[in-house]
């Protein structure tokens, strides 16, 4: 079976260990000798302490440079992303998702997506997690707890 240009890896919720799984497959696929991209587009909660999660997948994939496609918005506020904008006066333009997405895909042999929250989080004006992995036409990896 051939290997997608992508994954889009979300969860049941927040929390649930998305951010490992896309690491823990990035680096799989890079160990296959694969050019592996990682895209975190929308992150929220940029203001808790530590890392966020696209710091972290850029660190386990040992990434001196970001590409500025690799997460097109990062809020302060831990919120869904269609909140946290509106806390900070933002937009979310999926058009740019989508471009950053092409670019990030045409320049890698497999590109990871990591959501935010899951399927059925908004990102703005009805438009959920679940239709930008539609659109950009991925195949889904749900990530839940066990049990």
């Known amino acids: 079976m051939p290997l997608p240009e992508g994954i889009f890896i979300t969860g049941t919720d927040t929390g649930v260990g998305k951010t490992a799984i896309t690491a823990a497959l990035a680096l799989s696929l890079k160990g296959l000798g694969l050019d592996v991209g990682v895209m975190k587009p929308l992150q ?3 203001s808790l302490p ?4 696209i710091e972290f997948l850029r660190t386990v994939l040992g ?3 970001h590409s500025p496609d690799d ?5 302060e506020a831990p919120l869904s992303p269609e909140a946290a904008a509106r806390l900070a006066g933002e937009t979310i333009d999926t058009g740019r998702i989508k471009s950053a997405y ?3 895909a045409s320049s890698r042999d497999v590109v990871l997506v990591e959501g935010a929250g899951g399927l059925l989080v908004p990102i703005t004006g009805g ?13 889904v990896l749900v990530v ?3 049990g």
């Open 63 to 65: 990434e001196k440079e």
């Open 127 to 139: 438009y959920l997690i679940a239709d930008l992995a539609r659109d950009l036409s991925l195949p």
């Open 71 to 75: 997460c097109i918005y990062s809020f």
């Open 44 to 46: 929220s909660g940029s």
């Open 144 to 146: 839940a707890r066990p």
């Open 50 to 53: 530590g890392m966020t999660d």
């Open 102 to 104: 092409g670019r990030l």
